[in-house]
Nanobody
């Protein structure tokens, strides 16, 4: 059984910062990629940032230069540092991982989501 647990969401004023963390636990053999998605009310879920084996990263155009994704392979965690937050960043943020669990089967997992609200 694999679980992804997010933390760090909350309410912040425009221009402020938040740091999201996600910890993967369970019977994990190896993690290929981890990332963060978000879903605002009435909108589709979208990729915010991803980090892959070898620490290659990619970002949505809307967050480039403001958000930074990082990963701790030893702890199976991924973080998202969000700076210069804007009201349009308001959404539920979801952690996602492609990983090998028991039997070396590659599967995709989601966290439960954490709310980020940017408002004055």
């Amino acid at each position: 059984q694999v679980q992804l647990v997010e933390s760090g969401g909350g309410l912040v004023q425009p221009g402020g910062s938040l740091r999201l963390s996600c910890a993967a636990s369970g019977n994990i053999f190896s993690i290929n990629a981890m990332g963060w998605y978000r879903q605002a009310p009435g909108k589709q879920r979208e990729l915010v940032a991803g980090i892959f084996s070898g620490s290659r990263t990619n970002y949505a155009d809307s967050v480039k230069g403001r958000f930074t994704i990082s990963r701790d392979n030893a702890k199976n965690t991924v973080n998202l540092q969000m700076n210069s937050l804007k009201p349009e960043d308001t959404a539920v943020y979801y952690c996602n991982a492609d990983l090998f669990s028991s039997g070396w089967v590659l599967k995709n997992y989601w966290g439960q989501g954490t709310q980020v609200t940017v408002s004055s």
